[in-house]
């Protein structure tokens, strides 16, 4: 890179200039030149990947497409670009260099945060996630690259060790754990959630206490979205779930069958056993014939409240 910068500086002079004058007309090329780059990825090479991406017969591209990630990996080229040519700033090279690389480290976030929200909608495509869903955990990781990168950025930008920026976090940790409270208590609540496999996507939950009666939509490391059955959206933090009872209807929806209570008053004095002719009369119904079968061979003494079935 310094062999370029003394060519363009021989280039200048030859032409006259001084130099102030071969400075910014450097700048200016290096700006064109990452602005050129820029045009060339994202009009040619992202069209050529897009299009590779809708002919490909896995759709996992088509997941990275939309969350653009591919878009966002082409944005950290024209900052590269002018923090490779920072010395030709001069005195503001220290600037442009923390600039650029601070630009560089929020690019990388974005990168890593719009592929780990592409994997877990790639997971969502498979039965296993409505059973075990991982946003939660995505969300986990997000949150923790999201704190080690800001301390990359912080210590550039404040010329200092990432191990000094850590050190002072301890004295805020108080401050620290009031901010996350909710993330922490969602991520242990989710935990347990998914191991003991309490919720699920789809259950149909019921929870007076949050007005919410319907299915479970979606479950995020602090909330759980569930569409009543008005159509209306209530949000649940995770946490509640734990600390509250709540009532999980998956096991009537599983076995197809529901028990009702309803009191039914019977005149004591109506009860009497059957004979043939009712025994015969019984037997017309498909949905207790089976049944009047099984206890003629069992030779049981059948009543008239005995065949009587919901």
Do not use: C
């Not at 400075?23 to 299009?51: D, H, P, Q």
């Not at 259950?203 to 008005?230: E, R, Y």
């Amino acid at each position: 890179m310094d062999y370029i910068i003394d060519l363009l500086n021989e280039l200048g002079e030859s032409f006259g200039f001084s130099e102030f004058g071969t400075r910014f007309t450097i700048i200016i090329l290096v700006f064109l030149f990452a602005i050129i780059v820029n045009l060339i990825i994202k009009k040619i090479v992202l069209k050529i990947v897009y299009k590779n991406a809708e002919k490909n017969r896995f759709k996992w591209d088509e997941f990275f497409k939309d969350r653009k990630v591919f878009s966002r990996i082409a944005n950290l080229v024209p900052p590269l670009i002018i923090f490779l040519f920072a010395p030709v700033f001069n005195n503001l090279q220290s600037f442009v260099e923390k600039a650029s690389s601070t630009y560089i480290y929020i690019m990388i976030i974005l990168i890593f945060d719009s592929a780990l929200s592409a994997l877990n909608d790639i997971y969502k495509t498979y039965d296993i996630s409505k059973e075990k869903p991982i946003k939660s955990y995505i969300q986990v990781l997000k949150i923790v690259l999201f704190s080690f990168m800001s301390i990359i950025i912080i210590s550039n930008l404040i010329d200092k060790s990432p191990m000094f920026i850590l050190s002072g976090l301890g004295v805020m940790s108080a401050v620290l754990m009031l901010i996350f409270k909710d993330a922490i208590l969602g991520l242990a609540a989710g935990i347990q959630l998914a191991t003991n496999e309490m919720l699920r996507i789809g259950d149909w939950i019921d929870m007076p206490q949050h007005g919410a009666d319907g299915d479970v939509v979606d479950i995020s490391l602090t909330t759980v979205k569930v569409k009543n059955f008005d159509k209306t959206l209530t949000t649940i933090p995770t946490y509640s779930l734990v600390s509250n009872s709540f009532k999980n209807w998956r096991g009537m929806q599983e076995t197809g069958a529901r028990r009702i209570k309803r009191s039914i008053l019977i005149d004591v004095h109506s009860v009497f056993f059957l004979d043939e002719e009712w025994i015969q009369k019984m037997k017309e119904f498909d949905l207790i014939k089976d049944y009047i079968g099984s206890k003629i061979e069992e030779d049981a003494k059948l009543t008239n409240i005995g065949t009587f079935r919901i």
